[in-house]
């Protein structure tokens, strides 16, 4: 059973960092491309930051450029997401996700909908 876990979330003050963690697990996702998306109380989806299977392109939103920064281990089959300089509207339920295998090592999807793979989420709070 494929199973994707996040940890990392929870209460911050405004200026703060978190780094979130996704540990994959179930089938080999060191050749999929993975990503972070996040959705806040009453909104859709957004994208946030992708990284292809390589760890060689990685794209991300306009407003967490600079902010936050997603990296990878494949021999441990995690991929991360460093957050600095957080802000009240960051607060939302983050969510890691994986694609399918065999797309080239510079496959890094900014669309949900060529993921298929998901975590469960994990809340993440900043307090102004």
């Known amino acids: 059973q494929v199973q994707l876990v996040e940890s990392g979330g929870g209460l911050v003050q405004a200026g703060g960092s978190l780094r979130l963690s996704c540990a994959a697990s179930g089938r080999a996702f060191s050749t999929s491309a993975m990503g972070w998306f996040r959705q806040a109380s009453g909104k859709e989806r957004e994208f946030l930051a992708a990284?292809?299977?390589?760890?060689?392109?990685?794209k991300y939103e306009d407003s967490v450029k600079g902010r936050f920064t997603i990296s990878r281990d494949n021999a441990k089959i995690s991929v991360y997401l460093q957050m600095n300089s957080l802000k009240p509207e960051d607060t939302a339920v983050y969510y890691c996700?994986?694609?399918?295998?065999?797309?080239?090592?510079?496959?890094?999807?900014?669309?949900?909908?060529?993921?298929?793979?998901w975590g469960q989420g994990t809340q993440v709070t900043v307090s102004s």
């Open positions: 990284i292809s299977w390589s760890g060689g392109i990685t």
């Open positions: 996700a994986a694609t399918r295998t065999g797309y080239t090592p510079f496959y890094s999807p900014v669309n949900s909908l060529e993921y298929d793979y």
